[in-house]
């Protein structure tokens, strides 16, 4: 399938995340990754806000297509939650890439960007709600903090994990997930 115009400018802005980060991304910089013309950019997104937007959204939604491949459905409604925190225990079980990462402590600092992503985490994720009064709840969010840290692990500590140590790693964090309280 041809990629559309939208889709080749979004890709072209996370290669120059991932090469310069996300102050790199302007308007001459992509039309000079893309091969379009700057008012074709602007045609596409008229602001650089619109463009950044954008370039969130299209990262989450390729998240979410991997968590939904990963737990092997097309609707996150068919899972329980223990089968939600499964696939994301996998999909964080690889280092992130430099433009989620980089876009995501972004988002923090901007509410359009963060509405995004949090979005996905609420469908997916276990929310901190209720911690205190559940030990399911608590144990599950725990698992979900060991999956933060093997995505964010290769970024933050200067000794990568292995393939074999993130594989080990993984399998012990998929053995905590609680069971649902249905199953």
Aim: charge should be negative.
């Amino acid at each position: 399938m041809r990629r559309s115009k939208r889709e080749k400018i979004l890709e072209s802005a996370v290669k120059i995340i991932e090469e310069s980060g996300p102050d790199a991304v302007t308007y001459e910089a992509l039309a000079q990754a893309s091969g379009l013309s700057k008012s074709g950019l602007i045609y596409h997104f008229p602001s650089r806000d619109d463009l950044m937007l954008a370039i969130h959204e299209h990262l989450a939604q390729a998240w979410e297509q991997e968590l939904l491949a990963t737990a092997g459905v097309s609707d996150v409604a068919e899972l329980s939650e223990a089968q939600r925190l499964k696939a994301a225990v996998i999909c964080f079980s690889t280092a992130a890439s430099l433009p989620e990462l980089l876009l995501q402590i972004e988002a923090a600092r901007n509410p359009r960007a963060a509405a995004v992503w949090n979005a996905v985490d609420q469908r997916w994720l276990p929310s901190p709600e209720s911690i205190q009064d559940s030990a399911t709840k608590k144990a599950a969010y725990l698992v979900k903090l060991i999956a933060d840290g093997l995505f964010l692990h290769d970024y933050v500590h200067f000794t990568p994990l292995s393939s074999e140590q993130r594989s080990i790693l993984t399998e012990a964090a998929l053995k905590l997930i609680p069971p649902d309280p249905q199953d």
